[in-house]
């Protein structure tokens, strides 16, 4: 049996917390894993920035990328390793670079989804490019943007088409606010889009690879406070179509690790936001939600080096549209095209490959979300993100909920060590 080794990149920017749990971890696994003749380890390394050959090879299996969609140099490279060098990438930096919010949004809309009524509009100002005034001149029409506003109906909120991080974001309850908004967005194209109002829940799921995780979403209360630590906020039917929206959009746009942001409103769950292939992953957001994004990430990288799995380069949108034109009722096509995702995804093949490979992954994981080193970490994120005088009240607030998650998920530890003891 050969020794073979799997590398995984981390292709990081501001990213402190996620990484040193995700790397501890990782070398307290100490993988050996029997794989096809092979026994394969899996080495963790950070991926630094430097001048680069178009022909050199690629060091790694998979790369875990959260610079792509800011950081154009790596971009590239990453780009170039997956055309030469067949190199496994979260997410496809392509898609990541063209697919907008507004893209998102027609192409969801097209497989039936309940995204609320959406408008384009040029914007107020512009680039004075030497072309602009013949085009303006000619093709620019004037417009009645209260028209556009009744159609719809208030409230309405103002965005940019290609948002994130709530850039530019304000909600309008009237004419009046509309054209001062509007006046104030300056070169930014803008959507307006029906308000999902009054809502009664507010949800994300979280999309890693096959795995799914659903929180409920305080979007008023301070970053600390938006994911909440609620449980059984939804049925189990309502878990199974978010689930099912969020492989959906994943699989289609070739997006492995995303977030989508629904409104309940009534019996119907409206994806507003789901452009999102960077997600928050600092605990300092995400706090007792953490250990299973860190958790998460772990078994999806390790299963994507370790198999080989091959990057889907293009995107291949045609079976999606053709579940999309049967006659049937919107949940069942849904199931269909989460089915697709869920084939893409190899989600079979990767709960057998966790349960087989990864078994103590769980109690691992639980042991050092209880250390001093997982409270450094917290605490080394925090020291980046607070002022000096808040840096012990928020760590100890973090940690605290790290460990409910420690008490809410320590008979689930201790019964995988178990059956991880039996099997030896
Ligand atoms: N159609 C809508 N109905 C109700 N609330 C909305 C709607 N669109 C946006 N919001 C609110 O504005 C916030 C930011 O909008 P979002 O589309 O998520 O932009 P970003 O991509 O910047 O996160 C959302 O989290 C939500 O609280
Ligand atoms: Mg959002």
């Keep these: 049996m050969a020794t073979v080794t799997r590398r995984i990149g981390l292709s990081l920017g501001a990213d402190i917390c996620w990484p040193l749990c995700y790397e501890q971890i990782m070398k307290q696994l100490d993988l050996a894993i029997d794989w096809q003749g092979d026994r394969v380890g899996v080495e963790v390394e950070r991926v630094s920035i430097e001048p680069y050959d178009l022909r050199q090879p690629c060091r790694y299996d998979v790369v875990l990328d959260r610079l792509t969609h800011w950081y154009h140099t ?33 192409a969801m809309m097209q497989l039936g989804m309940p995204i609320p009524e959406t408008w384009m509009l040029p914007p107020k100002s512009y680039e004075p490019l030497p072309d602009l005034q013949p085009t303006l001149r000619s093709y620019a029409r004037l417009f009645d943007l209260g028209a556009v506003g009744k159609k719809l109906g208030y409230p309405i909120f103002m965005k940019p088409y290609d948002g994130g991080g709530w850039k530019g974001v304000s909600r309008v309850d009237n004419e009046a606010q509309l054209r001062q908004r509007y006046d104030e967005s300056g070169k930014l194209v803008m959507h307006l889009q029906k308000a999902v109002h009054p809502f009664d829940s ?43 929206t969020t492989l959906t959009i994943n699989a289609f746009f070739g997006w492995d690790f995303n977030s989508c942001e629904a409104l309940r409103q009534g019996e119907v769950w409206h994806p507003i936001d789901f452009a999102n292939p960077c ?36 995107l291949d949108w ?41 078994p103590h992954l769980d109690e691992v994981a639980w042991e050092f979300f209880g250390t001093q080193a997982a409270k450094d970490a917290v605490r080394a994120k925090v020291t980046a993100l607070f002022p000096a005088h ?28 178990a059956t991880t003891r039996e099997s030896q």
């Design 202 to 244: 507010f949800v994300r799921c979280i999309g890693l690879g096959p795995q799914t995780h659903l929180v409920r979403y305080e979007a008023g209360a301070a970053l600390h406070d938006r994911y909440t630590m609620d449980r059984d906020f939804v049925s189990p039917d309502e878990a199974a179509l978010l689930r099912d």
């Design 279 to 314: 997600p928050d992953s600092q605990v300092t957001s995400l706090h007792y939600h953490f250990p299973w994004l860190v958790k998460a990430n772990i078994r999806w990288s390790v299963f994507c080096a370790v198999t080989k799995r091959p990057m889907r380069r293009t």
């Design 74 to 106: 790596s971009r590239e490279w990453i780009k170039k390793a997956i055309l030469m060098d067949g190199l496994y990438v979260l997410n496809n930096p392509w898609s990541v670079q063209s697919m907008e919010k507004q893209t998102t949004y027609c």
């Design 318 to 358: 045609e079976p999606f549209y053709a579940i999309a034109r049967r006659d049937v009722p919107y949940r069942e096509r849904l199931r269909a095209y989460a089915a697709i995702a869920e084939e893409r995804f190899e989600a079979a093949r990767f709960d057998e490959f966790c349960a087989r490979h990864l």
């Design 390 to 417: 808040e840096v012990e009240a928020f760590t100890e607030l973090f940690w605290k909920r790290v460990q409910a998650w420690r008490a809410d998920n320590a008979a689930g530890a201790a019964a995988t060590a």
